[in-house]
Each structure stands twice: as C-alpha cells, then as structure tokens.
C-alpha cells in the first residue's frame, strides 16, 4: 500500500489543487492520497473563504481519499512553523510514504540540495536572520540575505522568493531534521502565479479566486478554474455559506484592540508589532486597514495579519511554548473520508503516536493539560468562524464527518 499525503489549504478548492492530486496519482502510482488541510484558518493569517467541511468534501470528490485537518496552532503559524508541524503530525500517522508538494521550479533535485544544506546549517541560519532582522528589513528579506551570507547562490535566493518552493523547501527541511522515512516529491505548479489577482481561465492562483468570490455576483467568473463536479455546491452555497472574508471580522477585532493595553502576550505578537498596534490601529476601521495601517518595512502584510488573528483568537505565547518545550505531538483529527479508505484508516488507528480527537474534542486518546489547552483555544476559534456564518449567512454547519 502505497500512501501520499498533500498539505494544503485548498482555499478554495481550484483546478490546479485537481492537477496536483491527479498527477500526484498518475506518477507515483499512489493508492491513497492524504490531504492535511487546514481548518477555518489559513497560514496568511485570515479566516478561510469557505467552511473546513465543504472544503474537505470537495478534496475527496476530486481525488483526496482522506481528509484531516492540520490543528490552528499550526496552520496559522510562520511558514517553518507550518512545515515542521505538518510534517510531524504526517510522521506520527505511521502510514505516509510520500510528501507531494508544488513547486514553481519544478525541481525537486535542487530543494533538496538547497534543503539539505541549510538543515545542517540550521543554527547558523538563525542567528543570521536574526543579525539581518535587527537592521529593521522583513523576515523574507533577512532569511534571503541569511541564505546568502552561508553561500548559496544569488539563484537559489531568488528561487525562494516564490512562495511554494520556499514551503517545499520548509518541508524538506523538516524531513531531514526528523530524520523522517517519508520521501519528498514535487509537481511543477501550472501557469498562474500564486500572487497573481487575474483570473486566468481554467488554471488560476487561489488568491485571485478569492479575490473575485468578495465582489458582489463573483462566482459565475470563477467557475472556469473550479473542477465542474463543484459547480453545483459553488452555486448552492454561494451567498449562503460562503465567502467568509477577513474584514467579517473588524468588529470583534477592533474590540479586542480596545480592551487591552499590550499584546507581547499573544504569540508571534512583538514588542515592536504591539507599539504599532496600540498607536496605530483605529477602532472601527476595517481588519486590512488595520493592517495597512500598522504595516513598514520591518513587519509584512502576513507577519501583521497572523499576529492579529492570534489576538484575536486568544492564542497566547506561553501557551505555544509550553508546547514546544514539552515535546510532545499535538492532535488530529479527520474531517472526512471515502469509504473505500476504511482500511487506511485502520491502519492510521493501529500505527499513529498522535492523539485523535473528533470535533475539536478528545476522543478515545487521553490528553495533557498543555494538549487539553491547545485544544480548547481551538474549540474556541472554530466557535468564533461558526458564529460569523451565523451572523451573516443565517447557517449553521453540522458536526459530522464527511462520508463519500
């Protein structure tokens, strides 16, 4: 049995997401294909565009066997964070064989070599980001500087100024450190950049996607980049279940920001990020002006929104260090599946060292306080993204697994 698994966040679920599972398929011959997502939270630090549940079951409809969802407190964090907790939880399921990923460069020869290097040269790459960091440029500007001062060409720098080869490099490099059986493999990313805010026919980047599902009647101009079994799911829910944009939440946002007088305590919160918050920010205004208006050189788009969403959600630093230092796994849990990978799912419930939990609730696996802690927080925040469709769609979403 022959298993891959693909970390995505499928946000929205587009043609290109098909391709990767289809040749994910086609050339590794996979009997299985895993796909860890993201749940009601994205790694850029905003709300998903559409719920977790329709997210999965249009995975497994086009191709996924399995779906799990990658906890928050790794799917919203930095992308070496994201990496190295995705891929430990698809260690510790002690099924998968196989990383499949997208890449811009389509080489998967070279992100190792790349990956390789700077694994053994980890510590050293820290404390040159850090070294560039304390000049006031971005993490991204820092880490490519860093890349450089150890010795890599201007090339391989400039290679990982595109966001998938730089998550493939992220994975490759958690593989090495974990010393980790599972294989990495990559599938050149098709036609449109991923930055790209034009729609591009039938392959088009999941920003632009997004972008468009915000305008009002956006939906019909989509459709062309979404796999047509979904058109009537898209037609249905459009207006109804979806889309849940990031200023949805300015309100609750913006109360946040006005009951508290630092934020350091909320994790990846600076001491420079919580200034510019307290002075900055202004009650009322949008959650992307909010960011807008706080954003410089030093603090990224991405860097701010994550450090706001994790205000917002309650995400506290010391709750995320007591986790890195327990060194323990954390939790999964699956939400959805076809029926004809029952067996794999067996085998998943016979081989993992993760606790399960289902609904954001421990299960049959016990857990630690720290654990426990983590897990309610989540609770909390998938409360928080059912309580925005409320508000503005008048739904609710069942609590049950997707069966197909």
């Known amino acids: 049995m022959k298993t891959a698994a693909i970390i995505c966040e499928y946000n929205p679920f587009h043609n290109g997401h098909l391709y990767h599972i289809e040749e994910t398929k086609r050339i590794l011959g996979a009997d299985y294909i895993i796909a860890l997502m993201s749940g009601n939270y994205v790694q850029r630090g905003a709300p998903a565009v559409i719920e977790k549940k329709t997210r999965a079951r249009m995975a497994l409809m086009n191709g996924a066997d399995l779906a799990l969802e990658l906890p928050l407190w790794f799917s919203s964090g930095s992308a070496p964070y994201f990496a ?51 000049t006031g440029i971005s993490y991204p500007k820092a880490r490519e500087k860093a890349i450089l001062s150890l010795g890599c060409s201007k ?17 490759i490099m958690a593989l090495k450190r974990r010393n980790s059986s599972i294989r990495p493999f990559c599938i050149p990313r098709k036609q449109s950049s991923h930055r790209s805010l034009d729609l591009t026919g039938s392959i088009s980047s999941a920003s632009a996607i997004r972008s468009q599902l915000a305008v009002f009647d956006g939906l019909n101009k989509c459709l062309e980049s979404m796999p047509e079994n979904l058109h009537p799911i898209l037609r249905e829910d459009y207006r109804r279940r979806f889309p849940i944009l990031l200023d949805d939440f300015s309100n609750l946002l913006s109360y946040k920001l006005c009951m508290e007088d630092s934020f350091e305590d909320y994790w990846d919160v600076s001491k420079d990020l919580s200034d510019r918050l307290i002075s900055m920010t202004v009650p009322g205004q949008p959650f992307s002006c909010q960011i807008e208006a706080v954003k410089n050189k030093s603090l990224t788009w991405s860097r701010i929104s994550r450090g706001l969403l994790h205000i917002l959600l309650g995400m506290k630093q010391e709750i995320k260090d007591s986790y890195t230092r327990s060194e323990q796994p954390l939790y999964f849990q699956i939400l959805g599946f076809k029926k004809e990978a029952s067996s794999l799912i067996r085998e998943i419930k016979k081989k993992k060292n993760w606790p399960m939990v289902r609904h954001l609730r421990p299960l049959h696996d016990p857990l630690t306080k720290v654990q426990e802690q983590m897990l309610q927080t989540e609770r909390k925040a998938d409360a928080l993204y059912q309580m925005m469709l409320r508000a503005k769609f008048k739904t609710q979403v069942k609590e049950e697994q997707i069966i197909i």
Do not use: H, M, W
């Open 84 to 134: 190295d907790g995705s891929v430990a939880l698809l260690e510790g399921l002690g099924v998968v064989d196989i990383l499949s990923f997208g890449s811009e460069c389509g080489s998967l020869s070279l992100l190792i070599s790349l990956g390789s290097l700077l694994a053994d040269r980890e510590e050293d790459l820290t404390e040159q980001i850090k070294k560039f960091l304390k």
């Open 155 to 171: 090339s391989d720098a400039d290679i990982l100024r595109e966001p998938n080869n730089l998550l493939g490099l992220e994975y």
